[in-house]
């Protein structure tokens, strides 16, 4: 269970998250939605550690993550997939894929690579080139494999389906859709849910870093 209690945030001393509150159970997938500007981003750069929080708690599985050190979050078995992809240009595909199971130890590079090639072959042919010979699309596919190659617990995509071509798209969907089933908490936010209404089990709306239903806290 990855839990935010009361949680708030500041950002160049403007409170970006006011009270925000969110539960989820495993093996759930659950779209947190909201406008431009509405503190998706900042949720789950809190729970990365990116950023301090003033108030609330963040746990995943009972432990409180403000005792783990943003450079440790990966180790828990959390994924993330930035919003801009966050690649390093200068290594290659599957370079930037084993980065953060490199940082994470316990994990075996070999068993992490064949799951995540298992999922999306079509990036076996690509494994060797640069990142930043890719095209925006092709980045999204390994953000995405990056985050699956280390989140054993809990994967955070922050608006997958922004700007990206329908046939993408619906590629995205269709490898978090079979993720369902696996055990793995999924969280992806949105502006809007035109692409993934089916695949959510559970929707929580934030607006300007506060819940709106009642939903989130429940
Ligand atoms: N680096 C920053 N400096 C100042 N304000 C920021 C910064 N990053 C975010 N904010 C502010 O924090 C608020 C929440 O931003 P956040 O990126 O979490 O929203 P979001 O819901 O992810 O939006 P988007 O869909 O546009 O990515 C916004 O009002 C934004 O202006």
Do not use: C
């Not at 240009?89 to 084993?98: G, H, K």
């Not at 922050?158 to 590629?171: H, I, K, M, T």
């Amino acid at each position: 269970m990855i839990a935010l209690d009361d949680v708030r945030v500041a950002i160049q001393n403007v409170e970006v998250l006011r009270g925000f509150s969110l539960r989820v159970a495993p093996g759930t997938l659950v779209g947190l939605i909201g406008r431009n500007g509405a503190g998706k981003t900042t949720v789950m750069r809190t729970v990365m550690g990116h950023l301090p929080l003033l108030a609330g708690r963040v746990t995943l599985g009972g432990q409180d993550l403000a005792r783990v050190p943003p450079h440790r979050r990966a180790a828990l078995g959390i994924g993330y997939m930035p919003e801009d992809r966050g690649l390093v240009p200068e290594l290659t595909v599957e370079e930037n894929i084993a980065l953060p199971v490199w940082v994470s130890r316990e994990l075996v590079l070999r068993d992490r690579l064949a799951m995540v090639y298992g999922i999306l072959p079509e990036l076996l042919e690509m494994r060797d080139r640069k990142a930043l010979l890719l095209s925006g699309g092709q980045q999204k596919l390994v953000a995405l494999a990056r985050a699956l190659a280390v989140g054993t617990r809990l994967l955070l995509l922050d608006e997958p389906f922004e700007g990206v071509a329908p046939a993408l798209s619906q590629r995205l969907s269709e490898v978090v859709g079979q993720l369902r089933g696996s055990g793995l908490t999924v969280v992806i936010s949105q502006s809007d849910l035109n692409h993934s209404r089916r695949l959510l089990d559970e929707e929580v709306v934030i607006e300007r870093g506060a819940n709106v239903t009642t939903e989130a806290a429940a």
